[in-house]
Antibody
């Protein structure tokens, strides 16, 4: 059974950095074709893809947020970590990690429950 | 970046009726179009991909059509569990992929 769980701070101050951890089970991120993405959703708004890391440790980022994002993995711990710098109020959102559908980097098959991050002083 | 526009924003439908949701892309995305369903407090769930392929365990009452810039998700006979928000996603020339703003399907 595939599970993913996001963890991190619920509240971040403006200009601070955010670090979120996705802990997963039921699959290995070193398996060929396996990828994990981060996706966020501001309250009542659309989904926004942020970043992806794949089985070969290749990384891909949203063009608009590329300078603020870093994605990494710890295969021994079955974790993927996302860091976002210089947080602003507009970054308030529920952040999800998701495993992509095998063969598709773009589609999200298994999701965590999400973690709400509020940016406020 | 490709902009996805969904209509209507809210669709009021009675159980058992057909629901038709639209999604328009600002440029040609060929057949690289997916749909997700999201219920309150839950993560999205992949429904359809490559326009018309149902994801695992998705019932046959869901169907997708279209190509290029105009796409449709049809739910042939709405069940109680289908009342939710639906998002379309284009993934042509990834990265990035982009999502529409969503259509809420509510009980009439």
């Amino acid at each position: 059974q595939v599970t993913l769980r996001e963890s991190g701070p619920a509240l971040v101050k403006p200009t601070q950095s955010l670090t979120l951890t996705c802990t997963f089970s039921g699959f290995s991120l070193t398996g060929s074709g396996t990828c994990v993405s981060w996706v966020r959703q501001p309250p009542g708004k659309a989904l926004e893809w942020l970043a992806l890391i794949d089985w070969a440790d290749d990384k891909y980022y949203s063009r608009s947020l590329k300078t603020r994002l870093t994605i990494s993995r710890d295969t021994a711990k079955n974790q993927v970590v996302l860091t976002m710098t210089n947080m602003e109020a507009v970054d308030t959102a529920t952040y999800y990690c998701a495993r992509t559908k095998l063969g598709y980097k773009e589609l999200f098959d298994d999701w965590g429950q999400g973690t709400l991050v509020t940016v406020s002083s | 970046e490709i902009v996805m526009t969904q209509s209507p924003a809210t669709l009021s439908v009675s159980p058992g009726e057909r629901a038709t949701l639209s999604c328009r892309a600002s440029q040609d995305v060929r057949s690289n179009l997916a749909w997700y369903q999201q219920k309150p407090g839950q993560a999205p769930r992949l429904l359809m991909y490559d326009v018309s392929i149902r994801a695992t365990d998705i019932p046959a009452r869901f169907s997708g059509s279209g190509s290029g810039t105009e796409f449709t998700l049809t739910i042939s006979s709405l069940q109680s569990e289908d009342f939710a928000v639906y998002f379309c996603q284009q993934y042509n020339n990834w990265p990035p992929s982009t999502f529409g703003q969503g259509t809420k399907v509510e009980v009439k």
